[in-house]
């Protein structure tokens, strides 16, 4: 309320006695209290502006610097919280026979207020969470990894070492208790939050705990059946790959995944089965192919 004049709000002139000051209060507090105006908003802003008003010009200290300094320059040195501080507004009502000044009091002025030492403060109030985004390798998410981090926090760089847990993914959230921004009037201090982004594997796709690789083979072996090493998160394996083998099947080695975020148990990793066709043959190869095409085959 920095640009209205106390002094105009509550109808009294610059020079008015505290008994005058009080008594122009008390007949503009019952005229626009909110149990005698409900849901009337206008009558609650000017409820509100009669209280601040009053709560400066009944405190002799706080008239004095508002006299002496100006409205704009009051508001540059006193917060509401300072506007508020010791005035007993609880008090004041009983006073006046009208009950609920309390719960008036945070009702009007959202909460943010609480009754400390005959006058109302501001209530502690949390810290803000932040969040970061931090980008992991695929084998960094599969396997868990301890990652250096820096940002800003209460206006300061700080650096930490954070563990990522075996199994995140894209769009998986840590959270790191109290490394927040501090909080307020001794309200606790906030969280950070990362935010994971994996980065693509050249080899790997994934889904959950069940890790997805392809493997070209020649006709022939799709035909006889073959022997081939396939790569997994720690060392390549070798599989048996079936005679008569289809386009597009999969093979499954069980537990050789990755453990999904919050889980105990691997994923399966499937080996998808292609069948690599030659660009160009030579003569005799081209000869062979006939006579099986000739064959049936």
């Given amino acids: 309320m920095a640009d209205k004049d106390y002094y105009e709000v509550l109808g009294v002139a610059k020079d008015a006695s505290a008994d005058d000051i009080k008594k122009s209060f008390r007949k503009l507090a019952v005229k626009y209290h909110p149990d005698r105006n409900q849901g009337d908003k206008t009558a609650e802003e000017k409820f509100k502006e009669i209280n601040e008003a009053y709560a400066v010009l009944s405190d002799v200290e706080k008239r004095k610097k508002y006299d002496t300094f100006g409205s704009a320059d009051f508001h540059q040195q006193y917060s509401q919280e300072d506007i508020f501080r010791n005035f007993d507004f609880s008090g004041t009502f009983k006073d ?23 006058g109302f403060r ?3 109030q949390r810290g803000a969470d932040l969040s970061m985004e931090i980008a992991v390798s695929f084998h960094e998410a599969a396997t868990g990894a301890e990652k250096l981090i820096a940002f800003r926090r209460n206006g300061q760089r700080e650096e930490l070492k954070v563990k990522i847990p075996e199994g995140v993914d894209n769009g998986s959230r840590i959270r790191i208790g109290g490394k927040g921004s501090n909080g307020e009037n001794g309200g606790p201090t906030g969280d950070l939050f990362l935010d994971i982004k994996v ?13 997805f690789v392809e493997r070209n083979i020649r006709f022939s072996e799709a035909c006889l059946g073959v022997s081939i090493e396939v790569p997994t998160l720690d060392e390549p394996k070798r599989i048996k790959v079936p005679a008569g083998i289809q386009p597009g099947t999969k093979i499954r080695l069980k537990g050789c995944g990755i453990k999904a975020l919050g889980s105990n148990a691997k994923g399966d990793l499937f080996v998808k089965i292609g069948i690599h066709v030659p660009e160009g043959l030579n003569s005799s190869q081209k000869k062979m192919l006939e006579e099986l095409a000739k064959a049936g085959l």
């Fill in 96 to 118: 006046m026979g009208m009950g609920g000044g309390e719960d008036i009091f945070s009702r009007l002025f959202g909460g943010a207020f609480r009754r400390a030492g005959g």
């Fill in 122 to 124: 501001k209530a502690a």
């Fill in 199 to 211: 980065k693509p594997d050249p080899v790997f796709t994934r889904d959950g705990g069940d890790l």
